[in-house]
């Protein structure tokens, strides 16, 4: 007994995508036949037509469709301060703060050496370049809290300092709404020493 | 801040798949743009190529791509056996049991009045044009063993029946290697109750 060809083509593909096994990928290529052929269609369309149109922003290296995106165009926008985040998503979160209306630089990564990401795949290069435009005069570092995110900061913050360029990262502390009884002693500790006059 | 319109357009597609959320669809966007375009292109082909090209075997209703799969067209099968199958995928667990060589029918799906799925939607008509092929005389029904599948199972033997075929069911009974401490008693009881001479 043989499945189609073109069935078990789609099924193998369908493994490339993060977190699908060769038990769902088969779920999910039958229920694409079975039940949503134009869903199916429309997928196949969209993934096309991403890889031929998506790019990375010349300046700051988040997704485009233009050599420049239009966060970085954007002339309200004050051109000395500049922020750098692992991901878009990341970018969009402080964007919804609107706390901040500077530019922005997407690492799209961050620095993990156990799993053989260095500076060259989260793109340092061309964060000099840019944060050497001679315009920026800040760099804020909004990784993430975690150890990799810290240790991308910690590196960055390096080579920027090392660029006479003045270097600042997200405050840390509790959270809005935060109990302390609730909240790790770590945090309480960094939330203690970072401690500020009122 | 605007995210491009092809990536917008793929994430919204992606959320299609059968288990993918606002968020997974957007992990997979990213991940597809940053770390594997081959992949994103090869699986926009697969899926035009499978919506193109899969369609249902003119007999036994499986996926294939001609209009009668090859199983149906092998003349080595013993054409009166027919079985009943949920999906592909049971039938070819079936076949890996090389017990049976008779042909088959896959329902693509099993009556769930819960659901909304009637004797319509698991091509019914189409079985019973199939059984009554003049050819057929047993139809062996192998359908799950849930509540559903019992309950399609139930409703093909009573249609088949009154067509003047002959209607069998896989046994039930203990797993082979089954203990019977970690046995239910449902399976247990229905073991007694078919337990056979020996």
Excluded at 72 to 97: A, F, K, W, Y
């Amino acid at each position: 007994m043989k499945t189609p060809s073109s069935l078990d083509f789609l099924t193998e593909t369908l493994r490339r995508l993060p977190g699908v096994g060769p038990k769902s990928a088969q779920r999910i290529a039958y229920h694409l036949m079975q039940h949503d052929r134009d869903g199916a269609a429309l997928l196949g369309r969209a993934l096309t037509q991403a890889v031929e149109r998506v790019r990375h922003c010349n300046l700051c290296n988040t997704f485009t469709e233009n050599p420049v995106c239009e966060t970085c165009l954007d002339s309200e926008r004050d051109p000395t301060l500049l922020c750098v985040v692992e991901t878009p998503g990341d970018q969009l979160m402080i964007e919804q703060t609107l706390t901040y209306k500077g530019l922005y630089f997407v690492l799209m990564g961050r620095l993990s050496p156990l799993d053989g990401i260095g500076p060259k795949d989260i793109h340092l290069d061309k964060l000099i370049l840019r944060a050497g435009d001679g315009v920026v005069t800040e760099v804020v570092l909004a990784t993430n809290f975690t150890n990799e995110g810290e240790a991308t900061a910690h590196y960055i913050s390096e080579t920027m300092k090392a660029r006479g360029l003045k270097v600042s990262r997200l405050a840390r502390g509790v959270p809005v709404g935060g109990e302390l009884e609730y909240v790790d002693a770590g945090t309480i500790a960094r939330a203690m020493l970072d401690r500020r006059a009122t």
